[in-house]
């Protein structure tokens, strides 16, 4: 079976810093990747850890700890765009299994 | 920027009835891929497919499910006996590898009434 935890939601004011953790236990896992999803909108990937340590992607990171089962995604000088769900999603080589995501509100 | 394509965007069906949603992955991609996101709900794994044949799927795709590659650029999924539960919008995605960054189509809203 699998299991991916990540809070549910988080509230920011925008240019401040967010980090969205996440553990997971899966079987058969390669990578983490993160995505954003807006409402009503496909996912679209922001980034993709497979060895441990820190990925930095313009103002977006996302760090893994293979051994903890441990992802955190950093979002750094908020934007009210980046109001969005934000997915976990620990692979195999078949498939992505996404968490439940992590509803992020920005506030002016 | 190349794009995945589904259609129809949204689709309305009567319970009982078959639904073949549509889609058409990247070019060179290799690996296609079915998710499904109840409204409110997670975003769920339905099937892999890679290589003309299934690679992985989840619980949910049992019977009732099928896929296809009828020719060399559409991926489709057939829906049979369509139950309430299966209003949700279907992803489609597709990947150049099986550990790469899987692109998602923009979704077929299915409403089963």
């Known amino acids: 079976g699998q299991n991916i935890d990540q809070p549910t939601e988080m509230t920011a004011t925008e240019g401040a810093i967010v980090q969205i953790n996440c553990t997971y236990q899966t079987s058969g896992f390669n990578g983490l990747f993160w995505y954003q999803q807006h409402a009503g909108e496909a996912p679209t990937f922001l980034s993709y850890n497979v060895l441990d340590g820190l990925e930095e992607k313009g103002r977006f990171s996302s760090f893994l700890s293979r051994s903890k089962g441990y992802s955190y995604l950093l979002l750094k000088e908020l934007q009210m765009k980046d109001s969005a769900s934000y997915l976990c999603?620990?692979?195999?080589?078949?498939?992505?299994?996404f968490g439940a995501g992590t509803t992020v509100t920005v506030r002016a | 920027e190349p794009e995945v394509t589904q259609t129809p965007s949204h689709q309305v069906t009567q319970m009982g009835q078959e639904v073949i949603l549509r889609c058409v992955p990247i070019?060179?991609?290799?690996?296609f891929y079915w998710y499904r996101q109840i409204l409110g709900q997670k975003v769920e794994f339905l099937v892999s497919?890679?290589?003309?044949?299934?690679?992985?799927k989840s619980e949910i795709f049992d019977d009732q499910f099928s896929v296809e590659r009828p020719d060399g650029s559409n991926f489709t999924l057939k829906i049979r006996s369509t139950k309430l539960e299966d209003s949700a919008m279907y992803f489609c995605?597709?990947?150049?590898?099986?550990?790469?960054?899987?692109?998602f189509g923009q979704g077929t809203r299915l409403t089963v009434v």
């Open positions: 999603a620990p692979s195999n080589d078949y498939k992505l299994s």
């Open positions: 497919f890679y290589n003309n044949e299934i690679s992985e």
């Open positions: 995605a597709s990947s150049s590898g099986p550990n790469t960054e899987a692109f």
């Open positions: 070019s060179n991609h290799l690996y």
